[in-house]
């Protein structure tokens, strides 16, 4: 199994931007298809971006045009760049492989308030 580790959110205004890291562990991570998820109280979890072994990238049209997904497979990295933030965009934010059985990790909560 791969274990990963959220980093980088916080409290920001509407507006604002934030840059979240997930590091992984294992060498097979450069095959894997990696995804960013959030979930708001409440609230499912959601895949919001994705980003293929490849490079190619797909988004939520919640964020859409906002968000950008990149990968840095020599590093065992994804990272989720995340602008015009918007209160509905308050969630605990968690990164994990598609379509596998890789535990969750903790996940960095991000916080858009006035």
């Known amino acids: 199994q791969v274990q990963f580790v959220e980093s980088g959110g916080g409290s920001v205004q509407p507006g604002g931007s934030l840059r979240l890291s997930c590091a992984a562990s294992g060498s097979i991570f450069m095959f894997y298809t990696m995804g960013w998820y959030r979930q708001a109280p409440g609230k499912q979890r959601e895949l919001v971006a994705a980003?293929?072994?490849?490079?190619?990238?797909n988004y939520a049209a919640s964020v859409k045009g906002r968000f950008t997904i990149s990968r840095d497979n020599a590093k065992n990295t994804v990272y989720l760049q995340m602008t015009s933030l918007k209160p509905e965009d308050t969630a605990v934010y968690y990164c994990n492989a598609l379509n596998t059985q890789n535990p969750w990790g903790q996940g960095t909560q991000v916080t858009v308030s006035s």
């Open positions: 980003i293929h072994s490849g490079g190619i990238p």
